[in-house]
């Protein structure tokens, strides 16, 4: 009993001292200690986001054999496989944490790991393929620019990386939208269809509402998170509401306004209902995601064979050069 009073006053301790490093803004690494609180949510939050990079290839993937130009089709390939890219920094960075990657594959398998809402929505047209790169690559920079500055280091450097990368992204797609909003009617009525479509989807991206969110406090005071899901969510609307205009497209929300005292805008009710199903029952595509995620792995399964088999045969020579 009295081990346990002392581990218990240690472990306070600790934790006094980890919150004093996070304030004084020093960065937490690998083999530092830290709470498991702080070490469980960050494998939580990053592997939720490396999963969203791998299933987020899947949406765009539906349209490499249609892309419109051979030079639309080369750009969007290089995109995918960005995300590809994407994901192996946020799961190395997972590892460094003590998880294990087989585990998290394992977990977005079986439906017991999250990935971003945003990706169980059917790109229906080409243009869709411009509203993602434009509103999801958008929102994704804006809530992950806040994230280079996360305290645990490998998830700050890896979100650095990813970052460059995703400003390249939100052009490509805004690109798109702008040849289809100059285009004929026809290109114009895509454009403004993938906007309706995409635009709610993108807000539930920033999580729910402050009031709603489990981890968010705990998760700005440990600066894991660096701003909150509502505050990223008005400097993104903030953000694209002027490029609609530009593009002369409408943002389908009839109570979003200027609010000239606050210097944002206003904006109407989000379905957080549907949300929820999204969350729960995988969306419009959510099974046939999954199913896809799961094929890819069992068709893989020879090349990691193969990969592994190829690493123990230079372990083992050498080994046997170190004894020679
Ligand atoms: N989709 C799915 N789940 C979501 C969600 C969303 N859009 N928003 C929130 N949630 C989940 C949370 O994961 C949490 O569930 P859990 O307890 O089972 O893990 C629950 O809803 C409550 O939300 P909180 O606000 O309490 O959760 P967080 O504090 O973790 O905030 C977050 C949610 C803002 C998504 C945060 O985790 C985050 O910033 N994550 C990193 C960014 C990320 O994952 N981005 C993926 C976007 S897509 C992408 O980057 C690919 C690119 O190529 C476009």
Redesign the pocket.
């Not at 999250?114 to 945003?118: E, P, R, V």
């Given at each position: 009993m009295a081990d346990l009073t002392v581990h218990a006053a240690q472990d306070a301790g600790r934790e006094e001292a980890f919150q004093a490093r996070v304030d004084r803004e020093e960065r937490v690494e690998p083999k530092d200690w830290m709470p498991d609180g702080y070490r469980k949510t960050l494998v939580?939050?990053i592997s939720?986001?490396a999963h969203?990079?791998v299933v987020?290839m899947l949406p765009e993937g539906n349209w490499v054999t249609r892309a419109p130009s051979l030079r639309r089709k080369a750009v969007l390939l290089a995109k995918i496989q960005d995300?590809a890219g994407?994901a192996l920094y946020l799961y190395s960075a997972a590892e460094t944490l003590g998880a294990s990657r087989d585990e998290m594959v394992e977990a977005l398998h079986d439906g017991r790991a999250?990935?971003?809402?945003?990706f169980n929505y059917p790109t229906l047209t080409w243009a869709d393929i411009g509203a993602i790169g434009w509103l999801?690559?958008g929102a994704?920079i804006v809530?992950?620019v806040s994230?280079c500055r996360c305290s645990y280091g490998p998830y700050a450097r890896a979100m650095e990386r990813i970052c460059k990368e995703?400003s390249f992204?939100q052009r490509q797609g805004y690109e798109i939208m702008t040849v289809l909003a100059q285009g004929t009617a026809e290109q114009k009525k895509m454009a403004q269809e993938a906007l309706n479509r995409w635009w709610q989807p993108a807000l539930?991206?920033?999580?729910?509402h402050d009031s709603d969110?489990?981890?968010?406090s705990r998760?700005m005071a440990w600066k894991i998170?660096r701003k909150s899901?509502d505050h990223l969510r008005q400097q993104f609307i903030d953000m694209t509401v002027p490029q609609a205009e530009y593009l002369g497209l409408a943002i389908p929300d009839p109570d979003l306004k200027w609010n000239e005292e606050r210097g944002s805008y206003d904006f109407g009710p989000i379905d957080w209902g549907e949300f929820e199903r999204v969350?729960k029952g995988g969306g419009p595509v959510g099974r046939e995601r999954i199913r896809a995620r799961r094929k890819a792995w069992d068709d893989g399964a020879w090349v990691r064979e193969a990969a592994m088999a190829h690493a123990e045969k230079r372990r083992a020579r050498k080994m046997q050069a170190a004894a020679e």
């Open positions: 939580r939050q939720q986001h969203s990079e987020g995300e994407h999250k990935y971003s809402s945003i999801v690559d994704a809530n992950q994230l995703e992204h539930m991206m920033f999580g729910p969110s489990v981890h968010g998760n998170k899901n969350l």
